[in-house]
């Protein structure tokens, strides 16, 4: 890839998703879908990356400079 950070940044634009999920939930959840996760008090918060959310309940999120490299990783592998 060619271009500034900010183009890196934004190649993440609706490839980032974010949900707080209970503990069982999590066990379930599929890793590579995964990339950073936070324990909240209610439960834990996971940041997604990929085309489509992987639960219904997770929302858009801003991706950082890390995401737009994750999602132009995972964009070129699709």
């Known amino acids: 890839m060619t271009g500034s950070l900010a ?3 934004a190649c993440g634009q609706g490839y980032v998703w974010e949900a707080v999920i209970s503990p069982e939930e999590f066990a379930q959840m599929e890793p ?5 996760t936070r ?3 209610e439960g834990i918060l996971c940041r997604f990356i ?3 959310a992987p639960i219904d309940h997770a ?3 801003v991706p950082t400079l890390e995401d737009g490299y994750l999602a132009l990783l995972r964009k070129g592998a699709l």
């Open 39 to 41: 324990t909240v008090p």
């Open 7 to 9: 183009e890196l940044q």
């Open 50 to 52: 990929g085309e489509y």
């Open 59 to 61: 929302h858009a999120a």
């Open 32 to 36: 590579r879908h995964i990339v950073a």
